[in-house]
Each structure stands twice: as structure tokens, then as C-alpha cells.
């Protein structure tokens, strides 16, 4: 007779302990019965079992098993709500050679989560999903799930679920089988002794599909929740397989690891420093970065209004950018509707020596105005003081204010006359330097050629910039003596 | 009538500070040898403790277990015919 030796113990891919909190640190967070801590168990015995515990990296979800990170002795990212396997996608990509499993419940992944699920399994994403369904929401308090069967009573189902008003329950499973790409699909439950071992198996399988480099592996489980169901753990098991396991048939729905096709391998992903050459933020020789605060102070809340076409949101990131070339503090807000051309258009611009508060200009100090219903809209909101340039010959009549800085000139002509009718927010660009000395010349310039793509247009833009100048140069009102026109 | 003079097939240890005294592992059980304690342990619950002896080894309280080291199994290594002749038992 020989002795006794261990053979089912504590797994190595749990920590020694969890140091969630001071107290309870050998215990998991979980209540007394919870499938979770099953599935927990089975998982961890497949990555001993596979030896992957220094590759595995898992991705916990939002709800009861949000702190599996506590618990797993491998990498961990905890994701937000549902976005599990776009999360796993990332990692998986970024580091083909680690093992990656999406552990998410059915509220995570098959409610807010069901985009991410489905396109991840779609794509063919070579990781791993554990989908734990108790058809409940367990840690929001027992709020129906998308998987809770017809007629069960939740605190959002109070009489009980009605097919005609939530719908049927949601079967990921058999939808995931629809799609092309998985490999394998198999529905476990933890409903009896046989059941779990069957589960363990299933759950080693996928494992080891994504070790072997199979594809997406999705494996459900039907899973008890003895707190929110109100029952005792041994019945909650009963229900696992008596009705869960009803609405939910358990079997294999697909394996495709027999005929499935080696994935051909990641492109290794680029160095980091190589990132802005590859989205051509590098022209050539090295820009020097602003430095140092820049010598005037200077708060501006710009408001460029006009309708979409006419270069509204360009003029607005030219200052934008003018400015933080200028060392200032520089935000850029755009706000239009979902018109490329005509609809209103507007943007917020601020340019401050100081860091910036809002983004948002209710009320700006310098107006840009490039049609009439733009300067109707946002003159009233002018600050006393401010500046207003107008796109016309003149301000209507019943539009004018005593109490502010104005210019009206017909910039949309003056382009047109250029040969190139959409100059006009360039002019007016020039316009605003020569009349207020805002920026420098050369920080403009230097905006525009990262701004303006094409050698054509940042040629005629400079030449707008010259245009608008002279205009203001042949004024006859006196310019700013004192700076900005006192803003 | 057997004469229960052989060693069990098995044995577990059980971590009482570590149960949550859910139970399953009682009703999982193929020889019936779990039971829950009536002391309670720190936290509370009544353990889930070994009678003694009838363990065969098999380790599925091991897999219904929730926590993750709730229980130990150990077994007995045997000789191949002492095997067979305790699977014909």
C-alpha cells in the first residue's frame, strides 16, 4: 500500500493571497455557492495544466468578477463595461505570443457588451472567452439580464419576464454560430459533479485551441447565483440544470479545430518612436518644440462662425495652432452639424498665457463672423470692447454695436477676385493680424504649412494672408495704436 | 460483510477558515463522507469537515469547491493490482 500524495490542490495560478483588502485575504469576494469561483478554479487548473501561467494575460470585466485581478496570479487589465474582448483583441495583437482570455459575465457581454462580442468572434480574434451567464445581474442587486428566461421575476421584471415587453432571452451562443470566424463554441453548465468536470474539460480545450493558435474560442456557462436567485447553493445548482440548462441547451456547438487554419502572424507592431514618423507628423528636419511661456499675456475667447464650406473650423485651428506655436495655452472646439457643406458652422478657439478653463466661448472677445445670420447669432454675446470682423460690405444697419471693435469687408470677394473663392477665411485670417498684431507672422506661416496638405493651397493661403493685409493697410480708420485694440 | 481493515483510497483536508459553508461540496460528494460542522468557524459559517474516513480520492469536492483552496485531495499511489482489485471492491 503506498502513501497518500496531493493531487488536487490550490492552483499555482492563483496569487498566495488577495490583497483586495486588510481582511479576508485567502478568500475570494464571492458568495458562498457562486459559480464564479468554480469557473475560477477550472481556469486556473487549464493554465497550470497548459503551463501558461507567465504568458496568460486575463481581462476582467466589469461586474461580480471585476476584481479577478486580485485573485489570478498572471496579467491582468480590468476593462470597462463590455469592452473585454476589444481590450483582449489589443493585447492579443500587441503581444501575439501571450494567452489571452475575456472573463466576462452576461450583463457585461451580452448586454452592453454585444458589439464588442460579436465582432471580436466575427473577426476571429485567436483568444480565449469565458461567458459566465447566471441570467441575472448579480452585483447591481438582481436586475433582469438579457439571458434571464421568460417569466423569471427580477427587480426590473417584477412580473416576471414577458416575452412581448424584454424579449426572449439571448442566446450568444447559437448567435456567435452564425458567424463565419470561430473555431470553437461550446455551451458547459455547473449544475452537477458530472456537469463541472465536463466544464473543466471544455474550458482546458479553449485554452489550449488558442495555445495551439487555432482562433476565437468561446466557451458559455450556465452558472448559479444562490444570492440573487434566493436560493441555497445546492438548489441554486438545481436550477443550473433543471431550467437553465432548459433555455439554454448544453453541448458543443461548433469545433472547428480540426480543419482550422493557422492564423498567419501578427505583424510584429512598430517602435514607439517610429509612430510619428508613420502618421507623418515628421517633415524632414526636427521642429523645436515652443518653448517657454510666451512674453505677452494674452486670454482669448475667438468665435469663427459661418456655414460649412467656407473654411469656418480651418481658420479656427490655424489660430489654434498660430497660438500654441506661440508657447500659449491653445484649445479648439468645433461645433456643427453633420453637413460636409452649407449648414451652420462654428468653432470655439481660446489662446491664453494662463491654462485654459473651458473650452467653450459663450462669451467670446474676438468674433469672426462669415455670414450674416453668424454675426446676427453671436454679436449680441460679444464682450464690450471686443473685436468683430464681418464678411460684407457693410454691417447691416440693424445690426451694429457702438460698444465694440468693428470691420466689415468683403473677404469672399476680395478671394474671389483672387481666383479662389474659398481664400476668403484666409483674408480675413490676415485681416485680423494686421489689424490687432494677435500673432507673429511666422507662427501663422508655420501653422499653415502643417495645416495645409496641399504645396498648391498653402501657396494661395499666403497669398490670402498678404490680401487681407493690404485691405486693412488701405482703411482709412486709425488701427490699433494701443495693442489688440485694447482687448 | 467486508471488513473494513484497508486504508481509504484517499483522504482531504479541508480549510475550515477558508469555507463559506455553501454546502456543495456535501452534496457532491460520491461516498457521502462531508458534512457540515454545527461550531461555526471565525467568520461565521458552519465548515464543511471530513467525517474521517470513506474518502475514495476522487476530487470532485475539489471541483465544486468555489474557493480556491478550499480543499486538498490526496490519494493513495497503489500497485496496478491493488487498484484493480479495489476498482472490483
Same mark, same amino acid.
Given at each position: 500500500m503506498g502513501s497518500l500524495t496531493v493531487t488536487h490542490e490550490r492552483a499555482d495560478s492563483f496569487f498566495d493571497t488577495f490583497e483586495r483588502k486588510a481582511e479576508l485575504q485567502h478568500q475570494t469576494h464571492y458568495c458562498p455557492g457562486c459559480g464564479h469561483g468554480i469557473v475560477h478554479k477550472l481556469l486556473a487548473q487549464a493554465i497550470d495544466e497548459l503551463g501558461i501561467q507567465d504568458r496568460t494575460i486575463l481581462i476582467s470585466p466589469v461586474g461580480c468578477s471585476v476584481f479577478a485581478y486580485y485573485y489570478f496570479d498572471v496579467g491582468n487589465v480590468q476593462s470597462a463595461h463590455g469592452r473585454a474582448p476589444a481590450v483582449a483583441t489589443a493585447v492579443k495583437r500587441s503581444r501575439p505570443e501571450s494567452i489571452v482570455v475575456s472573463y466576462q459575465g452576461d450583463g457585461d457581454l451580452?448586454?452592453?457588451?454585444t458589439a464588442e462580442i460579436v465582432h471580436a468572434a466575427n473577426r476571429g480574434e485567436p483568444i480565449t472567452v469565458i461567458f459566465v451567464n447566471n441570467g441575472i445581474y448579480g452585483m447591481t442587486g438582481g436586475q433582469m439580464a438579457p439571458t434571464t428566461p421568460l417569466g423569471r421575476k427580477s427587480t426590473t421584471s417584477p412580473f416576471g419576464r414577458n416575452q412581448w415587453t424584454e424579449g426572449f432571452p439571448v442566446h450568444v451562443c447559437e448567435l456567435l454560430n452564425s458567424l463565419e470566424a470561430p473555431v470553437f463554441i461550446e455551451r458547459v453548465g455547473l449544475g452537477n459533479n458530472k456537469q463541472i468536470m465536463n466544464a473543466a474539460k471544455v474550458i482546458k480545450r479553449a485554452m489550449e485551441n488558442q495555445v495551439k493558435g487555432l482562433g476565437f474560442s468561446f466557451v458559455e456557462v450556465l452558472s448559479p447565483c444562490p444570492t440573487i436567485w434566493k436560493f441555497n447553493p445546492v438548489e441554486a445548482q438545481r436550477f443550473v440544470r433543471e431550467e437553465m440548462a432548459k433555455v439554454f441547451a448544453i453541448g458543443n456547438l461548433r469545433d472547428r479545430t480540426k480543419e482550422a487554419v493557422q492564423r498567419p502572424a501578427a505583424t510584429p507592431p512598430p517602435a514607439v518612436e517610429d509612430i510619428p514618423r508613420i502618421l507623418g507628423l515628421v517633415n524632414g528636419e526636427a521642429e523645436a518644440p515652443p518653448t517657454g511661456r510666451p512674453d505677452r499675456a494674452l486670454n482669448l475667447h475667438i468665435k469663427v462662425a459661418g456655414f460649412g464650406g467656407q473654411g469656418v473650423l480651418l481658420l479656427g485651428e490655424v489660430l489654434a495652432e498660430a497660438g500654441l506655436e506661440s508657447g500659449y495655452e491653445v484649445s479648439w472646439l468645433p461645433s456643427y452639424g453633420p453637413e460636409m457643406r452649407s449648414g451652420t458652422s462654428n468653432c470655439h478657439v481660446r489662446l491664453s498665457s494662463d491654462p485654459i478653463d473651458s473650452p467653450l466661448v459663450s462669451r467670446p472677445n474676438v468674433l469672426l463672423a462669415l455670414n450674416e445670420p453668424s454675426l446676427r447669432k453671436f454679436l449680441p454675446a460679444l464682450e464690450p470692447g471686443g473685436i468683430v470682423l464681418y464678411n460684407g460690405e457693410a454691417f447691416p444697419e440693424d445690426c451694429a454695436r457702438r460698444d465694440v471693435r468693428a470691420m466689415a469687408l468683403p473677404f469672399s470677394h476680395l478671394a474671389d477676385e483672387m481666383g479662389e473663392s474659398k481664400a476668403g477665411n484666409i483674408i480675413m485670417l490676415g485681416a485680423l493680424l494686421e489689424a490687432t498684431g494677435l500673432l507673429e507672422e511666422e507662427q501663422v506661416i508655420g501653422a499653415l504649412r502643417r495645416l495645409v496638405k496641399s504645396q498648391r493651397w498653402f501657396e494661395l493661403d499666403l497669398k490670402a494672408l498678404e490680401c487681407g493685409r493690404e485691405e486693412v493697410r488701405k482703411q482709412p480708420f486709425p488701427l490699433a495704436e494701443d495693442y489688440l485694440w485694447g482687448v | 460483510m467486508t471488513t473494513n481493515t484497508k486504508p481509504d483510497r484517499g483522504s482531504v483536508e479541508m480549510n475550515s477558515e477558508e469555507c463559506? $459553508?455553501?454546502g456543495l461540496c456535501v452534496e457532491a460528494c460520491p461516498p457521502k463522507v462531508l458534512r457540515l460542522a454545527d461550531r461555526l468557524n471565525r467568520y461565521g459559517y458552519h465548515p464543511a469537515v471530513y467525517a $474521517?474516513? $470513506?474518502?475514495?480520492?476522487? $476530487?470532485i469536492c475539489f471541483f465544486v469547491c468555489p474557493e480556491p483552496g478550499g480543499i486538498k485531495v490526496l490519494r493513495r499511489a497503489m500497485e496496478p493490482a491493488a487498484e484493480l482489485a479495489a476498482a472490483c471492491a
Open positions: 451580452a448586454a452592453i457588451g | 463559506k $459553508g455553501c $474521517g474516513h $470513506g474518502c475514495t480520492g476522487c $476530487g
